[in-house]
């Protein structure tokens, strides 16, 4: 069983399309996350949410908008896609209550390629 | 604001050597740190995590890592290096066990039959 999964692995679409990525964890964590690794393997986080509500959210331009329906999902968003936006994009959980928040657990990652 | 620094892009070791792997970190109090290993085509996997306590932390598949604050860093290592070992690794910071994680930009370790 697949603790931390994301739909699809792979995505290619062209630029100005709409797209979505799904992640959906069953470890009960409270808090998800979407971070963005570029060519470089360079990792940076994009949004955290806890139970539903945003908690971090960085410097991403307002054509990511994440959704998080209930703690165990949390999708992503991105509207007219660019170029630029080609990248690996994983989610990943953390904290059963109680626990520390910054021990994380990813999924196998979204490779988003935009033509 | 905390940042990490590792040291080589890419380090290449023959199998049976040792693996060093180094990372260094600067934060305004004192951090939690962390090393991830991410295999070719999946996620990040935590390898150790040093919170408070031991300066010396063993993790997962025979690495460790030490944490030094006189020299702020905390480089992995591994007596004898396998070839299951290649790997992109990963140092990061945290200022608390509630906050954002800072990523470092990877080490590629290439391991030579």
């Known amino acids: 069983d697949t603790a931390v999964s994301q739909t699809p692995k792979y995505l290619v679409t062209q630029m100005g399309n709409d797209k979505s990525i799904k992640c959906e964890q069953n470890?009960?964590?409270?808090?998800m996350y979407w971070y963005k690794q570029d060519s470089k393997k360079f990792l940076k986080i994009m949004f955290s949410?806890?139970?539903?509500?945003?908690?971090i959210n960085e410097t991403v331009p307002n054509r990511f908008s994440p959704k998080s329906p209930d703690k165990a999902h949390l999708n992503l968003h991105i509207n007219s896609l660019e170029l630029g936006d080609s990248a690996v994009y994983f989610c990943?959980?953390?904290?059963?209550?109680?626990?520390?928040?910054?021990?994380?657990?990813f999924g196998a990652g979204t490779r988003l390629s935009v033509l | 604001a905390q940042s990490v620094t590792q040291l080589g892009s890419h380090v290449s070791v023959s199998e049976g050597a040792l693996v060093l792997l180094r990372c260094n970190y600067s934060?305004?109090?004192?951090?939690?740190l962390f090393w991830y290993v991410q295999y070719p085509n999946q996620g990040l996997q935590l390898l150790l995590k040093?919170?408070?306590?031991?300066?010396l932390v063993k993790g997962i598949n025979g690495f460790e890592a030490e944490f030094k604050k006189s020299e702020t860093s905390f480089h992995l290592t591994k007596p004898s290096a396998h070839m299951s070992d290649a790997a992109e690794y990963f140092c990061?910071?945290?200022?608390?066990?509630?906050?954002?994680?800072?990523f470092g930009k990877g080490t590629r370790l290439h391991i030579l039959p």
């Open positions: 470890l009960g964590h409270d808090t």
């Open positions: 990943a959980s953390s904290q059963v209550s109680g626990a520390p928040r910054n021990i994380q657990y």
């Open positions: 990061a910071v945290s200022l608390n066990r509630d906050d954002k994680i800072i």
């Open positions: 040093y919170t408070t306590g031991a300066t």
């Open positions: 934060s305004s109090v004192p951090p939690y």
């Open positions: 949410y806890n139970n539903k509500e945003l908690i």
